[in-house]
């Protein structure tokens, strides 16, 4: 069964660096492009970033273009997120997501929690 | 950036009765638009996709309509299972973008 795992949140200062993981199985990973997406604490979802299935383009969020990238390992059949110049609007719950060949997101991790806070 | 408004932001509604929610697009987005659920603590699960699709696994009871700007998912008969959080998405340009969801509550 498809499997994503996320790994890497924890608790930042404003500015810092953070770098989240996606561990998938149970699927041909090298062959599906994937999303992160986000939750901020009373909000709803909005889509971070997405990455072709072999990492040849990647798309980004305005909110986040420039601090952001987005990045994977076919090989470890992970994905990444290196998240710079973190600000406290940046506090969520980051999901990673398997494409549906669609920019539709069909498999999602649990998710893991980022708080930006001084 | 394609906004999408959801509406109602609350439904308050029984078990057995249907739901009608509504995803309105700021321009023309053809039937590039999905719709997910989310319960407390869970991740998202994909219901529809391309306006009308059912997901994989997806009761008869969803189903979604609707193109260029207005959206409609409706559930027949809700379900105790059913109350939730649901989202709108649109695909058809970047970046990606969400509605702002509707809480289908328990009345």
């Known amino acids: 069964q498809v499997q994503l795992v996320e790994s890497g949140g924890g608790v930042v200062q404003p500015g810092a660096s953070l770098r989240l993981s996606c561990a998938a199985s149970?699927?041909?990973?090298?062959?599906?492009?994937m999303h992160w997406v986000r939750r901020a604490p009373g909000k709803g979802l909005e889509w971070v970033a997405l990455?072709?299935?072999?990492?040849?383009?990647?798309y980004y969020t305005d909110s986040v273009t420039g601090r952001f990238i987005i990045s994977r390992d076919n090989s470890k059949s992970t994905l990444y997120l290196q998240m710079n110049s973190l600000r406290v609007e940046d506090t969520a719950v980051y999901y990673c997501?398997?494409?549906?060949?669609?920019?539709?997101?069909?498999?999602w991790g649990q998710g893991t929690l980022v708080t930006v806070s001084s | 950036e394609i906004v999408l408004t959801q509406s109602p932001a609350t439904l308050s509604l029984s078990p057995g009765e249907g739901a009608t929610l509504s995803c309105r697009a700021s321009?023309?987005?053809?039937?590039?638009l999905a719709w997910y659920q989310q319960k407390p603590g869970q991740a998202p699960r994909l219901l529809i996709y391309?306006?009308?699709n059912r997901a994989t696994g997806i009761p008869a009871r969803f189903s979604g309509g609707g193109s260029g700007t207005d959206f409609t998912l409706t559930i027949s008969s809700l379900e105790p299972e059913d109350f939730a959080v649901y989202y709108c998405?649109?695909?058809?340009?970047?970046?990606?973008?969400f509605g702002g969801g509707t809480k289908v509550a328990i009345k």
């Open positions: 321009q023309n987005i053809g039937i590039y």
């Open positions: 990455i072709w299935y072999d990492g040849s383009k990647t």
């Open positions: 149970g699927f041909a990973f090298p062959g599906y492009a």
């Open positions: 997501a398997r494409d549906l060949h669609s920019r539709f997101c069909d498999y």
């Open positions: 391309d306006a009308s």
């Open positions: 998405q649109q695909r058809s340009n970047w970046p990606l973008t």
